[in-house]
């Protein structure tokens, strides 16, 4: 069996940016099972593969077909470490309007511990620290 190397288009479109038939990148995923290592590694696949803009809006903003983004995924899974690594990551590539637009799920239904899962999530996001540091960087 030969071994045939991928593109570097193959593993941008098709590893790093493909998605399901549930919208979810494999970032999405790897948020989705608390996998710390793994997302470290699509990160650094990322930066060696993505333009800024591309790991801003396809991945750290790209919403699922719930309308989930990546923290919120991580959020419902309760994930301290996972929601730390994503908070760091968001507040170093993220302006505070784009962190606006991943703190807060927007018409969700969804009832989760607390209420809304607006609430769940600004919960945990806040645990972890993200609603802080984007609080200092106004």
């Known amino acids: 069996m030969a071994k045939e190397k991928l593109t570097a288009d193959e593993v941008k479109n098709k590893l790093l940016l493909g998605t399901g038939r549930?919208?979810?990148?494999v970032f999405h995923?790897?948020?989705?099972?608390?996998?710390?290592i793994l997302l470290q590694k699509i990160m650094e696949w990322a930066k060696e593969n993505l333009t800024l803009e591309e790991i801003?809006?396809?991945?750290l903003l790209a919403i699922d077909y719930m309308g989930w983004n990546i923290l919120h995924v991580a959020a419902?899974?309760?994930?301290?470490?996972v929601l730390h690594i994503l908070r760091e990551w968001a507040t170093e590539r993220l302006t505070a309007?784009?962190?606006?637009?991943?703190?807060?799920?927007p018409e969700s239904t969804v009832d989760g511990p607390s209420g809304t899962w607006q609430h769940y999530v600004g919960d945990m996001i806040s645990y972890s620290g993200l609603k802080r540091n984007k609080q200092q960087r106004k």
């Open 76 to 81: 419902k899974q309760g994930n301290v470490a």
């Open 97 to 105: 309007e784009e962190i606006n637009k991943i703190y807060f799920l």
């Open 29 to 36: 995923n790897a948020a989705n099972l608390g996998k710390l």
């Open 22 to 25: 549930d919208g979810r990148t």
């Open 56 to 59: 801003k809006n396809k991945l």
